[in-house]
């Protein structure tokens, strides 16, 4: 009888223990949860406090950020993302770094935000935020002014089309069935095409819009238009959902009051979001 009490409360002491084991599990996990929904409101608390949005850049890559002839920083991300800023009630400080450091530079909280053209594309989504797309660009077909026999993609085939060989143009020039001439990037495509040297070259819709706002009397023409267009967003370390619900807020009042297209027709001459 003694050995059943004591197996009886050997066993009760067990189903305790457990029942302890499990409450603290999930007092623990519970307090994970908090902390976590704790760190996310402090982060935008934090960037209020002090008063500042630290933005990651490059500053080297023109029209979108880049160095004007006195020096200045500027371009069209910079104007977006300073007028985000502005409208958080909060002063942009940039922070310049080079493409390949930009993603860590954002892990190690050297900045808040970047603004740098980022693509929205499914493996950065798995780790990183995005504010709502700011920019849209697809695949265009471009041709020297004169040529009026191509006039889709499906007419290149045979055609001599000026591409950067290892880009993503170039597979889509060879998919269509054109000849691909080898060029450093779009302005010596470009003065191949002018030059009538090709007959084609495809490339950025943005690349091509700026290329004209600097030079409006290139005698290229875009004849085609990609149905997939690519977007590009404001890029955040992952759980900054208050900080990216703010910036969304601050860029729909943008576009809706008329600041999104003016910053965009100054550096590209049309709205770069439709």
């Known amino acids: 009888m003694k050995k059943l ?7 009760v002491s067990f189903m305790l223990i457990l029942s302890a084991c499990g409450k603290d599990e999930k007092a623990n ?7 976590k929904t704790a760190e996310k409101q402090d982060l935008l608390a934090k960037i209020k406090e ?37 409208r958080l009630g909060l002063e942009p400080e940039f922070k310049e770094t080079q493409w390949d450091a930009i993603f860590a530079g954002l892990d190690a909280k050297r900045f808040d935000m970047v603004a740098n053209q980022v693509g929205i594309r499914p493996d950065r989504q798995e780790k990183y935020d995005f504010s709502d797309p700011y920019i849209k660009s697809a695949a265009v077909l471009i041709t020297h002014k ?28 060879k998919k269509y069935g054109a000849n691909l001439v080898g060029v450093e990037g779009f302005t010596q495509s470009v003065e191949l095409l002018a030059s009538k040297r090709v007959d084609v070259t495809f490339n950025d819709r943005i690349s091509f819009l ?9 005698p290229i023409k ?9 977007v590009s967003g404001l890029m955040f370390r992952k759980d900054s959902d208050t900080l990216v619900a703010e910036v969304n807020k601050a860029l729909k009042e943008m576009i809706d009051d008329g600041t999104y ?14």
């Open 50 to 86: 002090d008063g500042k949005l630290l933005i990651g850049t490059e500053g080297t890559y023109a029209p979108f950020t880049f160095h004007d002839e006195s020096g200045k920083l500027t371009g069209f991300d910079v104007e977006i993302a300073t007028e985000v800023a502005k």
């Open 146 to 173: 004169d040529n009026d026999k191509v006039k889709s993609f499906e007419d290149v085939k045979g055609l001599n089309s000026a591409q950067s060989l290892t880009s993503n143009y170039g597979d889509m020039a």
């Open 29 to 35: 996990e519970a307090k994970k949860k908090d902390n």
């Open 261 to 274: 297209t003016k910053i965009s027709e100054k550096w590209f001459g049309e709205d770069v979001l439709k």
């Open 210 to 218: 700026d290329y004209m706002k600097q030079r409006p009397d290139a």
């Open 222 to 230: 875009v004849v085609a238009t990609s149905e997939e267009a690519s």
């Open 5 to 11: 009490t004591i197996v009886f409360a050997l066993l």
